[in-house]
């Protein structure tokens, strides 16, 4: 998995709330089975026009936000479906953290998986922060620090967070989850035994 | 976050493909192949006589393919396109017993909350975490906060489950349930049979909680008794023995409850680009200017566009394109039948596309036996084999630019395809609608 510390860089607000997955990734393009490959249809809907040409209209389709590694939302970002190509897809933009209000669950731990730190802030700081990049033209750079938990305004003004400790380790150290849990194998094959003869019926 | 046992891993082959095909590749191997149950029923295409990887999705044969191979070659228990007991997977596992109460249940889709019905603590999950569970058949998960949502009163006739969670949803919004695991109760719940309460945890994920259950009781063990996948003999004895204490304790504190009066509770259709923007059937376009914050003011105004609505403008009468009858919300056999009540004798208004998708090969057959095809044929609905259809857009532009009226989950934008405007309703509003042509109230019909 990929490791992810501390990411500064320039920060595009959307600030419109349950910007959902299928907006994020129409399931129109989640076709195949690669891995990679889903960045060049993220908000598809709104970044390009029916001709297939971009939006100059859209947020990611402007200088400096076109470089944008910051996003800045509002409540209840990636909710809806499952997707994981919405993480995938925002990743290959070059999104590695996200400041958010609330965000959808599953949406929520897919980032994680896929080098991207979901920040939860209350949303008058996201307000303060997309105050300031608005100000700067976007040019005012955002720090988001997975080590310390904490985000920082292009002036400088701090924000502390919490991640939940598991996924912030994981992801500092970009550690495989699957090999995480096989060193952990003799406790569940004990944990299962106990349970197989207690609830038979859910092996 | 707790490492818990995943007692069921159901996969498909939008996803599990990638979660199969992420395996392989890192050289690992299921560990628990017993546990793990893949249905074919998100790409396949729905046209009688489909091939085995028929689809209008242009990637819809590989992801296919590598699903259905995985799962032979790791001897899952597999349920291909032509398998009688196929279906929408949130409706075949309830259906066949692979749900049960108090199951921890993971699916690679967000509305695996549907089999919160039977009483299974069930969630969607993204590939990467299938893969994990593939690999260790456990899942790490914090642990979430309670919400309880009583349905009090009584359904009037004509109201369905559909209605009571849409109006739950416009109550407490969209992002109502994030970090929560919801537990459905009171009378009304109580009252209802499987599958209303499956279509009820369905949605659960519409107001952005992962988890929604409803304890199972009575209603539940009678449903399960006897599914191909339900323990039998004594260990069933010894399982109704042990789900029975599956029960929520007397004076369990929640972190949040939420009442909904069903006493008052019409038919609901949604308007907007969200299932929070949802009115009773005799309501009106809310204008944005009125919305409680700046957010849902935005949300309305970018939803008038979208929908090519005016604020005020009436819901009923509203001319409709597409009547459309299919999903893991509501395309079981109880659905079919409310629809067809509606339908019967009846016409589709010309000019209107409508499009029945049961939501399992078993649920289209045991309507065929009643005749229900025949119903919904002779009224001018088409009849389709059973997979997830037109409820997400995959590669068929049929109903881009049309106004629909679904029976499905999500009124998102373009969910079922370019500019496509959904509204969400019951199926016997659905049906109501269709022979109108217009959105109808089916009280009225
Ligand atoms: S029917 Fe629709 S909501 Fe249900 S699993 Fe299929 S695509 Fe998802």
Redesign the interface.
């Known amino acids: 998995m990929e490791a992810l510390k501390q990411v500064t860089g320039i920060a595009a607000p959307m600030m419109?709330?349950?910007i959902?997955t299928?907006?994020i990734i129409?399931?129109?393009f989640?076709?195949?089975?690669?891995?990679k490959g889903y960045g060049k249809n993220l908000f598809h809907?709104s970044r390009y026009l029916v001709d297939g040409s971009n939006n100059p209209e859209f947020i990611l389709n402007q200088a400096p936000y076109t470089k944008a590694q910051v996003l800045l939302a509002?409540?209840?970002f990636g909710?809806?479906?499952?997707?994981?190509r919405a993480?995938k897809a925002l990743r290959e933009f070059g999104f590695r953290a996200i400041v958010a209000p609330?965000?959808?669950?599953?949406f929520f731990?897919?980032c994680y998986?896929?080098g991207i730190v979901p920040v939860e802030l209350p949303i008058e700081c996201v307000r303060e922060i997309v105050a300031e990049v608005e100000a700067s033209k976007g040019e005012g750079q955002v720090t988001v620090d997975l080590e310390a938990q904490t985000v920082k305004s292009p002036s400088g003004k701090t924000y502390p967070f919490t991640a939940?400790?598991?996924?912030r380790q994981m992801l500092l150290n970009g550690v495989d989850?699957?090999s995480l849990?096989?060193a952990?194998?003799t406790e569940?094959d004990a944990?299962?035994s106990k349970?197989r003869a207690?609830?038979?019926?859910?092996? | 976050?707790d490492?818990l046992?995943i007692?069921r891993l159901v996969l498909h082959e939008?996803?599990g493909?990638?979660a199969v095909?992420?395996l392989a590749e890192?050289g690992?191997v299921p560990m628990?192949r017993?546990?793990v149950y893949t249905v074919i029923e998100h790409l396949i295409s729905t046209l009688p006589g489909r091939g085995p990887t028929d689809s209008v999705?242009?990637?819809?044969p590989?992801?296919i393919e590598?699903t259905r191979r995985a799962s032979l070659d790791w001897g899952f228990h597999f349920i291909d396109y032509n398998d009688p007991r196929q279906g929408i997977a949130h409706v075949v596992a309830p259906e066949m017993g692979i749900a049960?109460p108090?199951?921890t249940l993971v699916c690679?889709?967000?509305h695996t909350s549907t089999v919160g019905g039977v009483g299974a603590l069930s969630?969607?999950?993204?590939?990467?975490?299938a893969?994990?569970v593939l690999?260790?058949?456990?899942l790490?998960q914090?642990r979430p906060k309670r919400m309880r949502v009583n349905f009090t009163g009584k359904l009037a006739p004509n109201v369905y489950a559909k209605d009571m969670v849409l109006a739950l949803i416009g109550q407490i919004g969209?992002?109502g349930g994030?970090?929560y695991a919801t537990e459905f109760a009171g009378p009304v719940i109580a009252n209802l049979p499987i599958e209303g309460r499956l279509t009820v945890c369905n949605m659960s994920?519409e107001f952005?909680?992962?988890y929604g259950f409803v304890p199972p009781d009575d209603v539940t063990f009678e449903y399960l008794a006897g599914r191909q996948f339900?323990?039998k003999g004594a260990?069933w004895d010894?399982?109704v023995k042990?789900w029975r204490t599956l029960r929520t304790d007397e004076g369990a504190v929640f972190d949040r409850e939420v009442t909904v009066d069903c006493n008052t509770l019409v038919p609901q259709v949604t308007w907007g680009i969200?299932p929070?923007q949802v009115t009773s059937i005799d309501g009106r376009v809310p204008d944005p200017a009125d919305a409680a914050d700046s957010?849902?003011r935005?949300?309305g105004e970018?939803a008038l566009g979208y929908m090519q609505l005016e604020a005020g403008a009436s819901l009923i009468g509203l001319p409709i394109d597409v009547a459309y009858i299919g999903s893991c919300t509501n395309a079981r056999l109880s659905d079919l039948r409310a629809a067809a009540a509606v339908l019967k004798g009846k016409k589709v208004k010309a000019g209107i596309q409508a499009v029945c998708i049961p939501g399992s090969t078993p649920v289209k057959h045991a309507a065929e036996a009643e005749g229900l095809d025949v119903i919904f044929k002779e009224a001018g609905f088409e009849w389709h084999e059973s997979a997830c259809g037109f409820c997400?857009?995959?590669?068929d532009n049929r109903f881009a630019n049309l106004r629909v009226i679904s029976t499905t989950n999500?009124n998102?934008?373009?969910?079922q395809g370019?500019l496509t405007r959904t509204h969400l309703a019951s199926p016997a509003t659905v049906a109501a609608s269709a022979i109108a042509g217009a959105i109808a109230d089916v009280r009225k019909t």
Do not use: V
């Not at chain 1, 909710?79 to 994981?84: A, K, M, N």
């Not at chain 2, 999705?57 to 819809?60: H, L, Y």
């Not at chain 2, 998102?412 to 969910?415: A, I, L, Q």
């Open positions: 419109r709330i349950n959902d299928d907006q129409p399931a129109l989640l076709g195949g089975t690669d891995a809907g509002d409540r209840n909710c809806g479906s499952s997707r994981e993480p609330s965000f959808g669950g599953i731990n897919n998986r896929n939940p400790a598991t996924l989850e699957i849990t096989l952990k194998m569940i944990f299962r349970d207690a609830r038979p019926w859910a092996y | 976050a490492l046992q007692d939008l996803s493909s990638q095909r992420a890192a690992r628990s017993t546990q999705s242009k990637s819809g590989i992801m590598t049960f108090g199951a690679c889709d967000s969630w969607g999950i993204g590939a990467t975490e893969e994990h690999a260790t058949q456990a790490a914090s969209a992002q994030i970090g994920i952005s909680c992962k339900s323990p260990m010894a399982a042990h969200s929070q957010e849902a935005q949300l970018r997400g857009h995959i590669g999500r998102f934008e373009g969910r370019p």
